[in-house]
């Protein structure tokens, strides 16, 4: 709708370094989750802990990090140079046993994102076991609008503020009362479906979170190859994301998510 998202797709290149991937992903987390311990960084990036070390050494070296009193590793001055991001640490700790859950019901790829302003962010995936799959989006943006995560959060807003974020000069969307009449539809059935509109061959569906005030808007998603998504099975996919959905919102209401005086 309103158009394919028209960026290259970032699909990890074929012939990728692997050092400077995990170097450009650990800058990603201090910036976006805040300080990690070498063991910390060696757990995500799936590397041994001397690795890690290095990786870590070498972005203290260039300034994207730093460590604190504690010997944990955090922003250094380039990274906090950057616009003040969502913090999504605890978010993404409470929701990945629901994701891994989720995955394995479904036998597909499934991701949290959150959403800032017009922009949907990965924070966590999950992927199929399947080979035909849906591969890893963390640290990936994409238009909201287009999203299938995205869309889901926009609906349950206010339609004053989908107005005011699309109606300006520079909108990605051409025509705000069709993405309007879509958002109303998304509503009333409690989940949207991306149909290849961000990236040819893929299709996912969303449904948004339930967050409470001052927490980061977030959504979850099964996405999958468009070959294998079909309609006589979107009724147990949506269940299966519902089902996922609610334990999260369930899980970040027991109040463990929220932090530094209420906010997430």
């Not at 808007?217 to 099964?222: F, G, L, Q, T």
Request: aromatic share 4%.
């Amino acid at each position: 709708m309103n158009g394919r998202y028209d960026s290259a797709v970032k699909n990890k290149p074929a012939y990728g370094i692997g050092s400077v991937d995990h170097a450009l992903h650990l800058a990603t987390l201090l910036l976006h989750e805040g300080p990690l311990r070498v063991t910390d960084a060696a757990a995500r990036l799936g590397v041994a802990r001397s690795t890690a070390h290095r990786l870590l050494a070498m972005l203290v070296y260039r300034d994207f990090a730093e460590q604190d009193e504690d010997r944990r590793y955090v922003a250094g001055p380039v990274l906090r140079g950057a616009p003040a991001p969502e913090p999504v640490a605890d978010l993404r700790r409470i929701a990945l046993p629901h994701l891994e859950a989720l995955a394995a019901r479904t036998d597909e790829s499934v991701n949290l994102m959150t959403v800032v302003g017009d922009r949907a962010r990965f924070v966590a995936s999950v992927e199929s076991a399947q080979i035909l799959r849906v591969g890893d989006r963390e640290g990936r943006m994409l238009p909201a609008h287009l999203a299938s995560g995205g869309r889901a959060v926009l609906a349950s807003r206010p339609e004053s503020d989908v107005i005011e974020l699309y109606s300006g000069p520079d909108s990605p969307v051409a025509d705000v009362a069709v993405l309007l009449r879509d958002l109303r539809r998304v509503r009333k059935q409690g989940f949207a479906v991306n149909d290849q509109a961000t990236e040819t061959g893929v299709t996912a569906i969303g449904q948004a979170v339930r967050c409470p005030e001052g927490m980061v808007p977030a959504a979850v998603s099964i996405a999958m190859p468009t070959v294998r998504y079909r309609r006589d099975r979107l009724a147990a996919w949506t269940r299966d994301l519902a089902t996922a959905v609610a334990r999260i919102e369930r899980d970040v209401a027991d109040g463990s998510v929220l932090q530094n005086n209420g906010a997430l």
